[in-house]
């Protein structure tokens, strides 16, 4: 009788165990702090994050920067902007239907942006950190040199950041940002009022963690600590050009997205 | 475990089974555990002298093997797959129409020959020309009249649509077209 329970509990430990070999960057205990990265025997300063860099996990095993089945409850106000999202990705994805900021050319903005499966590349300057990401070509300034937030310049996509070293973690602070991009592909929304915090951690000579942490009390009703996400350093490589150009993305939806995704839509009859 | 335990043993409705439908992600994770669920509803118990029958052993294990699968797959999706059925592979020869080197989506157009000699046109989509160039290709990799080889995902509705897996030269050279590249 034992035998075969003995056997299901058996299997189910083993698809456990898949799946946490799955998704092995959402155990780690601590922002910036993967449990599971690989030592390289490369020497590195943990404090020189200079390079280019480009994703490689994130924590939910895929191009997300946080981990869309983790976010804390909704307010009123983001349930009502999750509620009208048509997603890409994810559960709630509508092929042919999708209403992703993206889609029309808006910038990914912070903290998108570093999920977005596209390099990027840091240079750690005396005053300030610069990123250039491959993805519309997006430059961001983090300033190390004492400044303030300032007052006045945004609200905006990428935010006023500030950033600091904490050990051998440098902090980024950012605040100011406007309410259009998306957290994620899966369509959970931010405020104009998030405060978004960012942990970088250089692991080893190969490998970047980035986790992140998003205080929205407009949209979320307890502060949403991410979990770390993964880059692997490309030396070899450059940023190469990616704009998005409105006439390119109609094209492509013309041809590619809606038709393809019409399901139950009728749009792919109509439209051939 | 426990829970898992009581999905077994326990009379309907089995209020236990409700976290492992829970932690198993996306729809066919749940549909496995849903299914499970079922299953155990009408195979609730042994029979009188102790012992699961053959057919029931073969019918959870099946169901635990749909769930591992179904579990697994979506722990390692991660690309924009809502419109393309990616568990499925289509290969098309034909001469290439157009190639537009474009973001976001890189497009190739190409005319094949059905079996009743028809030309179908076809639309193919694949990474942005950045992720392209790391894979060996070039604004001059194709052009109009080139016979090749299309491999990929097809769109789920039918309609002549796909999501480049990989791209075979005239010359035979192969050429990946993967989204990600590290």
Redesign the interface.
Known sequence: ?KK??V???V?????SA??S???AQTSSPAPGQPADAKPAAAPFSPRDLDGIW???S?PA???QIVDP?THPPFTPWAKARFDASFP??G?R????K?NDPILQCYPDGMPKQLGS??PFEIFMLPDRMLTIF?KDHDWRYVWTDGKKHNAGEGPTYDGHSTGRWDGDTFVVDSVDFNDIPWLD?FGDPHSDAMHLTEYYKRVNHDTLSISVTIDDPKAYTAVWVGKPHLY?LEPD?DI??????ID??K??DK???I?????GTGE?AKS? | ?FS??LL??EKPPYPPVIPVILIT???YGQIAATAIFFSATIWDS?DRV???SLN??IW??LL??V??LA??GT??????????DMKSMVTVQGTITEF?W????V?I?LDAADDKGNTVHW?C?TA????L??QGWSNDTLKPGDHVTLVGHP???G?K?MVLDKLVLANGQELAAK????
Not at chain 1, 11 to 15: E, G, I, P, S, V
Not at chain 1, 259 to 263: I, S
Not at chain 2, 75 to 84: I, N, P, R, S
């Open positions: 009788m075969p329970f056997s299901c509990v299997t189910l430990l083993a698809a898949c799946c070999g799955a998704h480009m994703p490689i994130g095993g895929g191009p089945n890409s990705l559960p994805d509508v092929a042919g999708e499966p596209h491959e592909y692997k490589w190469l050009n990616y704009y998005c150009t390119d993305i094209q492509y041809d590619v997205r038709p393809g995704g019409a399901a792919a051939k | 475990m898992i335990h077994y043993r992600r996306g729809i042994p102790g012992r699961w029931r052993r959870i294990s635990s093997l769930c591992i579990m697994a722990g390692f999706a991660h690309h924009g797959g809502a419109a393309f537009r474009v973001n976001p989506h497009q157009y639309t989509e942005d020309p950045s992720m160039v790391r769109a789920k509705t309609v649509v989204a990600v590249v590290n």
